[in-house]
């Protein structure tokens, strides 16, 4: 064998009971667990958990795998594999002015591209492009890619808030299905977010339908996870039933006072859809705040047109205030229906250096707001402090619950999630307050999301399984990140391997570029179809 790991506390990622077993690794897949005679190299991992890798369900790294070949922010947690194309707006697939509108709209999350050669515009492409990173060594850890439906109508439809038409709703729906024969694992949904949201229930279940055909998954971001937010999440229940599509919430949680300690709640309305016989999972970040663009609380009717016209909006003193009523008074769409509270929204990044003094302050008013929306040219990033803790523990217990950093790595002071997701999940949600047992944890973080992607081969410790793993101390494992120091490396993670080979050892990053885009193949609707 071309390692045997010794000696580990294996826990293999089923929530099953953990036991202490050599694991021989050979070729990039597991070869043999038990007690195993010497390899051409071997690691004591005496003292250590070893896990399958952790998968991100829910990750914002889509131009950050292109530009950084380090990728510590993930691969020093122990995520061996991301999910992008999230929240309904990513770079695939796309026209030429569909990619610039894009690029603007989201460069809160990642940055305007300046440094990306965006020679793609399919999924395909895309995904090429991640195999092909760093001069076809390829990138830091492996990604899926879900279609982001928002791009999807924006590429058909522009940013108009309108219906589709029957011709223009069946070339969305020949979109998504181009997406997934090309490998895509699923559709993203934004619906907070332009132009995702002008999207009516009818049409989503149409392109939902070409979801189940390709046996993918919807992954929304639904309408209000405020005000209107168990009517939200019963939208998308009963969207996914009536469609025939798996069904995968996107960082599920309640937010702002009207949803203190309604956790029951929704778990209730999930436990008689998956006793419906609904196919449903979640996922979730182990914080409280929320973190997005500055842009995204404004009104949807103020993004009609794309960022060029909303730029034109702020400008203009008159819609300007309509915006603010909006946000003040009424509490609009992008903010969940709720008034805004400005004193809970915190300037996290800026994309023009001239404003990083606002980084780390909570804005005072809507004035401060416009001031750098405009000057910033939409790119500043917030932290909304609107969560509850109560609703979070009880959310991460559930049996359909994944973890998603819902990481967001742009600006000076990024949420702490996106560097410490998994580590804080093991020592303080497992190690600290007990909530959840350590081989449960591994299993919400493993192989949960490994079966949700219909990935036969990754999520488990098991023979013939690819070598994707993670060696940690169960007893020192920590997020070292902070709100005051949010990139900061976690401790207690001294190795992870993609395909057998180390990507982090001795807890130092190596210089393997292991990562690949895991894929659908096999694409013929209506059968579960192959990854690799």
Not at 86 to 114: C, E, F, H
Not at 268 to 281: Q, R, Y
């Amino acid at each position: 064998m071309d390692l045997v790991i010794r000696g580990a506390r294996v826990v293999d990622g089923t929530g099953g009971p953990s036991y202490t077993a050599d694991v021989g690794v050979h070729e990039g897949r597991i070869a043999a667990v038990g007690r195993l005679s010497g390899g051409r190299e071997t690691l004591d991992a005496h003292g250590l958990a070893l896990a399958p890798g952790f998968v991100d369900m829910h990750a914002h790294s889509d131009l950050a795998l292109l530009r950084d070949p380090d990728h510590s922010a993930k691969a020093a947690q122990g995520v061996t594999l991301e999910v992008l194309g999230q929240d309904g707006l990513s770079y695939a697939p796309v026209d030429d002015p569909t990619l610039a509108a894009v690029r603007a709209a989201v460069t809160g999350w990642n940055g305007p591209g300046d440094d990306i050669d965006f020679d793609w515009r399919t999924v395909g492409g895309y995904l090429d492009r991640l195999d092909h990173g760093f001069g076809g060594e390829g990138i830091a850890v492996n990604a899926a890619y879900l279609v982001p439906q928002g791009t999807v109508r924006a590429l058909v439809l522009g940013w108009d808030d309108r219906p589709a038409t029957p011709a223009e709703l069946d070339r969305m729906c020949r979109l998504v299905a181009d997406g997934l024969a090309q490998g895509a694992v699923g559709m993203s949904s934004g619906l907070t977010y332009t132009p995702g949201m002008y999207a009516t229930g009818a049409e989503l279940a149409e392109l939902c339908r070409v979801v189940a055909r390709y046996d993918g998954y919807y992954c929304p971001h639904h309408r209000s996870y405020g005000r209107g937010a168990l009517a939200a999440y019963a939208e998308m229940t009963d969207l996914a039933r009536e469609a025939g599509c798996a069904l995968h919430l996107a960082h599920a949680t309640l937010n702002f006072a009207e949803n203190a300690g309604r956790a029951a709640d929704l778990l209730a309305l999930l436990d008689a859809a998956l006793a419906d016989g609904a196919d449903i999972t979640l996922d979730s970040y182990p914080y409280t705040p929320g973190c997005t663009t500055l842009a995204a609380l404004l009104p949807g009717w103020a993004h009609e047109g794309g960022p060029d016209a909303l730029l034109a909006r702020l400008r203009d003193d008159d819609h300007a205030e309509r915006i603010r009523h909006a946000l003040e008074t009424e509490g609009s769409d992008g903010c969940h229906g709720v008034p805004v509270d400005w004193s809970t929204v915190e300037i996290s990044g800026v994309t023009d250096p001239a404003y990083a003094p606002y980084v780390g302050r909570r804005l005072d008013g809507w004035g401060t707001a416009r001031r750098l929306l405009l000057g910033d040219r939409l790119g500043p990033t917030v932290l909304q402090h609107v969560g509850h803790e109560d609703n979070v523990r009880a959310i991460m217990r559930h049996r359909v619950h994944t973890g998603g950093s819902d990481g967001i790595l742009q600006g000076a002071k990024p949420h702490p999630r996106a560097y410490g997701t998994f580590p804080h999940y093991l020592g303080h949600y497992v190690r600290e307050l007990g909530l959840l047992t350590l081989e449960e944890c591994v299993a919400h973080l493993a192989g949960r999301p490994a079966a949700r992607l219909r990935l036969p081969d990754r999520g488990l410790v098991r023979v013939g399984y690819r070598a994707d793993l993670v060696l940690f101390d169960p007893a020192t494992v920590a997020a070292g990140a902070t709100y005051e120091r949010p990139r900061t490396p976690p401790t207690g993670i001294p190795h992870v391997l993609i395909d057998g080979r180390f990507v982090v050892r001795d807890g130092r990053r190596t210089p393997v570029l292991a990562g690949r885009s895991v894929r659908r193949t096999g694409h013929v609707p209506g059968r579960i179809s192959r990854l690799r």
